[in-house]
């Protein structure tokens, strides 16, 4: 049997390695950056950091249901109706965690996601929240 040590300096050298590229590569908005660097984040999440749109009006409006881009489907019908609340607070969670902001302004309807935030910010990891609620204060409760 072979005694393991982790190298915990050696992770901790990497994860400031990974958020320092983030800040000087300037990809990532600065409040990201800031919110993925707190004690903490999972490294799956500072690894593909997320994106947030710029003003909640950017969203659609309207509509009754979703049609489901394969590539979020995992689980769930090619269409959502909006009345298909489970299914569709788990679309928003993948969507807010993982997509680009092109895909949240295509994806996301403004109306569900201000009345139903509570329940999304349930689902969707903390930082994440942090940032759209720090964006968009009215989401807050």
């Known amino acids: 049997m072979t005694d393991f040590e982790p190298d915990w300096a050696g992770a901790d050298d990497t994860r400031t390695t990974l958020i320092s590229g983030l800040r000087s590569a300037g990809t990532v908005d600065d409040d990201i950056v800031a919110a993925l660097s707190l004690p903490g984040v999972p490294d799956w999440l500072l690894s593909h950091p997320f994106q947030v749109i710029g003003d909640l009006d950017e969203l659609k409006q309207g509509g009754t249901s979703v049609e489901v881009p394969e590539k979020w489907r995992a689980g769930l019908p090619y269409r959502i109706e909006v009345d298909a609340h489970q299914q569709l607070l788990l679309f928003y969670e993948r969507v807010l965690t993982f997509g680009t902001r092109d895909e949240q302004r295509a994806l996301i309807n403004r109306g569900y996601l201000v009345e139903?935030?509570?329940?999304?910010?349930?689902?969707?990891?903390?930082?994440?929240?942090?940032?759209?609620?720090?964006?968009?204060?009215?989401?807050?409760?």
């Open 116 to 141: 139903h935030w509570p329940d999304l910010a349930r689902e969707v990891h903390p930082v994440v929240v942090s940032v759209w609620e720090r964006r968009f204060p009215g989401l807050r409760r």
